[in-house]
């Protein structure tokens, strides 16, 4: 099974920063890479697809990039609305893998 | 767009449980379909995945063996069984849609609780 693994698993910032999250594979896994973003008691939302591609709706501050094995997801000015859980999930192949997450906070 | 999961409750170890997925607002038979559940505090785990006619399907380890994911395309619902239940099987699942080109999950229910408890 490909391992995926997330840091920061907390992270506290203020509205305006520049956030960024890492995530690795244990193995490669071209670009088949998603992100999610999740808010307490609702459902993740998919953020990120073929880790660079912005999902239509998701906001343009949310950008992402990597290949192989590590892969990054940044928000260039964080806001309110993006206080949340985020995780990323591998498709390269079964099992599914996620993340263990990033909890971003307000500091 | 809408999926809505049903069938969630409490169980006690070693039972059964049936949960629904009713989607609605898209063509259900278009897309493979999966549950992914999520332990109380924790992250996301995948469980199961079913493609558009229902002739194949993947389990997580976790669950091969006793759980077994189905589909009615006719009344656009997709289902799990579970069985065997156990403690650690505790989660809200979700009830999630991936297109046919890639295994990503571009829309979710608002999950059913299952608690496994004696």
């Known amino acids: 099974d490909i391992q995926m693994t997330q840091s920061p698993s907390t992270l506290s910032a203020s509205v305006g920063d520049r956030v960024t999250i890492t995530c690795r594979a244990s193995?490669?896994?071209?670009?088949?890479l998603a992100w999610y973003q999740q808010k307490p008691g609702t459902a993740p939302k998919l953020l990120i697809y073929?880790?660079?591609s912005l999902q239509r709706g998701a906001p343009s501050r949310f950008s992402a990039s990597g290949s192989e094995t590590e892969f990054t997801l940044t928000i260039s000015s964080l806001q309110p609305d993006d206080f949340a859980t985020y995780y990323c999930?591998?498709?390269?192949?079964?099992?599914?893998?996620f993340g263990g997450g990033s909890k971003v906070e307000i500091k | 767009v809408q999926l809505g999961e049903s069938g969630g409750g409490l169980v006690q170890p070693g039972r059964s449980l049936r949960l629904s997925c009713e989607a609605s607002?898209?063509?259900?038979?278009?897309?493979?379909m999966h549950w992914v559940r999520q332990a109380p505090g924790k992250g996301l785990e995948w469980v199961s995945r079913?493609?558009?006619?229902?002739?194949?399907?993947d389990y997580a380890d976790s669950v091969k063996g006793r759980f077994t994911i189905s589909r009615d395309n006719a009344k656009n619902t997709l289902f799990l069984q579970m069985s065997a239940l156990r403690a650690e099987d505790t989660a809200v699942y979700y009830c999630?849609?991936?297109?046919?080109?890639?295994?990503?999950?571009?829309?979710w229910g608002l999950g059913t609780l299952v608690t496994v408890s004696s």
């Open positions: 999630t849609r991936s297109p046919t080109t890639a295994t990503i999950f571009d829309q």
């Open positions: 607002g898209f063509n259900f038979d278009y897309y493979w």
């Open positions: 079913i493609n558009i006619d229902g002739s194949s399907t």
């Open positions: 193995q490669s896994i071209s670009k088949w």
């Open positions: 073929q880790a660079s």
């Open positions: 999930q591998q498709y390269h192949s079964y099992p599914l893998t």
